[in-house]
């Protein structure tokens, strides 16, 4: 269950990573500032939201759920920290051997 979500949470990632970097930005048209075209594009009428936006809208939600489904998953494990494994596993030093001659 784990292993699906995080593969989800990755490619939810990824896409939406994807979907912001197609997008153009307001200051795109800088030149609308300078009287060099309509001046509306600059800061106003945005219009109807682009079919770009709704994506990212859409990947956002789905990184949120599959982050908080992670996060909650993640604390009902019960999980040995990875320094107690070290610890069980190492052994202790002989006792035998002696201390080097000064």
Same mark, same amino acid.
């Given at each position: 269950? %784990? @292993?699906? %979500?995080?593969?989800?949470? %990755? %490619?939810?990632?990824? &896409? ?7 997008? +153009?930005?307001?200051?795109? !048209?800088?030149? $609308?500032? &300078?009287?060099?075209? !309509? #001046? +509306? ?8 939201? !682009? &079919?770009?936006?709704?994506? @990212? $809208?859409?990947?956002?939600?789905? &990184?949120?759920? @599959? #982050?908080? /489904? ?5 604390? /009902? +494990?019960?999980?040995? #920290?990875?320094?107690? +494994?070290?610890?069980? @596993?190492?052994?202790? $030093?002989?006792? /035998?051997? !002696?201390?080097? $001659?000064?």
């Amino acid at each position: 269950m %784990i @292993t699906l %979500i995080t593969v989800l949470h %990755i %490619i939810a990632a990824l &896409f939406l990573i994807l979907v912001v970097l197609l997008q +153009q930005g307001k200051g795109a !048209s800088m030149g $609308a500032a &300078f009287g060099a075209g !309509s #001046s +509306q594009t600059m800061f106003g009428s945005s219009g109807s939201k !682009s &079919f770009l936006t709704k994506l @990212t $809208a859409g990947a956002a939600a789905l &990184f949120m759920i @599959t #982050s908080l /489904t992670l996060a909650t998953l993640s604390r /009902t +494990q019960e999980a040995d #920290s990875v320094i107690k +494994q070290v610890e069980e @596993t190492a052994t202790p $030093a002989d006792s /035998t051997e !002696s201390e080097p $001659a000064e």
